[in-house]
């Protein structure tokens, strides 16, 4: 799959395309149902099944202070459009001509013009164009003037609720990670690069991968039991802490995780972490040895849930 700007024209092999339309953070259950329809139909008429999405999300660009909600990065993003037959990705990079453009304008110059889509394919809760003035039958309209089809894909549904990103952050930040997992089709993994800590984790015979949580969704702050994905693809469970450590100073944001049975270096990897189950919330310790029992406890709680 090849990942191209969609501020651009698409290249000749991609002109002509099905395109799936929408930010898709998280790439759930709703999300996959829309894509998988626009590559059912890409690959009945014989045509490149595209993606089109937006970076930085809309509501970042808005709302510049709002707390961090990202379930997938770019790159996860791109490796699940890959596996569900995608032939490319269009980045449409939000900024401040993208936000002027009214909904007639975007689907002329960005649709038509630079995509020479032959047909859209979105979410019913779609809208576009500025002050989000077009919706799903608006691009129907414009699609008939222009001379693409526009589908609409009805919500997923699951325990009688719609299945969104909302309600998959909601239950992140609940503590409830297996329920999220339901939604997304896999658990929440948060992809980052390892750095070199205080080496506190040593001291207690838990030596700890260290990532930044970066503009990732905060979820509950706790003890989980995870699953690693290193970079040579070894995978590997364990047991993390995510959070601020609040039996050290100074407090300090990161997810720490600790691999059981690994030796090695991991430092500078980029590896991906799975959270699986939440154990416990975060909690302050007088003392080392109290601490040592704890995280002892956590690590036997945290094999037995992932055997």
Do not use: C
């Amino acid at each position: 799959m090849e990942r191209l700007d969609g501020g651009s024209a698409v290249p000749a092999q991609f002109r002509g395309g099905i395109v799936a339309l929408g930010n898709f953070d998280g790439f759930h259950l709703g999300h996959q149902a829309v894509v998988g329809r626009a590559v059912a139909q890409a690959r009945a008429q014989g045509r490149p099944a595209l993606v089109g999405t937006f970076d930085p999300h809309p509501k970042r660009y808005f709302q510049p202070q709002t707390e961090w909600f990202r379930l997938t990065s770019m790159d996860q993003r791109a490796a699940l459009l890959a596996d569900a037959g995608v032939d490319a990705m269009l980045v449409f990079p939000f900024d401040a001509s993208l936000a002027a453009l009214s909904a007639r304008d975007f689907a002329v110059e960005r649709l038509s013009e630079r995509i020479g889509a032959a047909g859209v394919v979105t979410g019913g809760d779609f809208t576009f164009g500025k002050g989000r003035s077009g919706d799903v039958a608006t691009l129907a309209r414009l699609g008939d003037e222009l001379g693409f089809v526009a589908e609409t894909v009805p919500p997923v549904m699951q325990g009688g609720w719609v299945v969104s990103s909302s309600r998959i952050r909601e239950h992140l930040r609940s503590g409830q990670p297996r329920e999220a997992a339901a939604l997304l089709t896999r658990p929440f993994a948060i992809r980052g690069v390892v750095e070199k800590g205080a080496q506190l984790g040593r001291t207690l015979d838990y030596p700890t991968a260290n990532m930044r949580l970066a503009n990732y969704l905060r979820p509950a702050y706790g003890i989980y039991a995870v699953r690693g994905t290193l970079a040579d693809g070894r995978v590997l469970d364990g047991v993390a802490n995510l959070g601020i450590r609040p039996s050290f100073e100074p407090p300090e944001e990161l997810l720490e995780s600790f691999f059981f049975d690994f030796s090695g270096d991991l430092y500078g990897q980029t590896i991906e972490v799975q959270l699986i189950d939440y154990l416990r919330p975060e909690a302050k310790f007088d003392d080392l040895a109290t601490l040592k029992a704890q995280m002892d406890l956590d690590a036997a709680r945290a094999r037995e849930l992932l055997a």
